[in-house]
């Protein structure tokens, strides 16, 4: 998939109160049921994510996923790290680079989409049940952390990226996978109809589960009010990492990635 737009933001500082999106009280009364509602609408709907995926993915799947990591500079002997790991989409690719399934961790909050990991992904790949903002993961233990389509879904970037960056050893990388909002009022109108309309129709039809278009509402509106890109580079600015930038195809398919300098320190 060619690359179209490139950014890398403006200097930024550490922000706090970082939400990725306002709180979205159609889907959940208080921002304190964020977690749960989210964890409960994916464990809903794992056993249909692959087929929901298939439909409003257009195309990108698995080799977008994959060359996206190797842009990113995943190489055979690192260890990877795959926050949301979903139904392992990700983690699969990650384990082809690497050649590997043993140096890719994949972790999730929804114990149903591990489970559907799991059968995807077999015995090689370890997973773990923990929260991106609170990872059970050692300091300096991985090479490269992965984040796929889980941005929005994060309770404060600030803190997930500052964890991203504890667990990475010097020199290592993170590449965060997301849809963004397009640019002008034509591609957004026409994003919002796909997202909103076409897909949840076509997701009841093809995964006729009622939580299925409950997804696909709640994934168009965490587009829509999610914070822009500037803002994301921003805060992963503010977690200390370098060579921040945010990779854009076909309008809508983010990759923000960026580098835990060789010579930082923990106090930075
Ligand atoms: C849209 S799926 C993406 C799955 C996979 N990465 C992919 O590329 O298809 C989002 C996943 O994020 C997980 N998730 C949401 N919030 C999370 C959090 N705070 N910590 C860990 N996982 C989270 C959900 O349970 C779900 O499995």
Redesign the pocket.
Known sequence: MPVVSRSNGSAGAAVAGAEPHRPLTRHYAAPAER?GF??D???GT?AD?DRI?GVFSLGTGGWY?REALRRAGLARGQRLL??????????AEAARVLGDPAAVTG????E??LAEARRRLGDGVRLVQ????ALPVADRSVDFV?????LR???DLGV?FAEYRRVLRPGGRVLL?EIGRPEGRVAQAALKAYLGRVVPALCRWTAPRRRAGQLMDY?WDTIEACVPAETILRHLRGANFADVRCDTALGVFKAYSGRRPLADDDAA
């Open positions: 977690s989210v964890r609408l994916f464990n794992a994510y995926n996923r795959d926050v949301a790991v979903g139904t392992g989409l990700v983690a972790l999730d909050l929804s149903g989409m923990a929260r991106a903002e992965s984040m796929g389509y889980a879904h994060v309770a997930a996978l994934y």
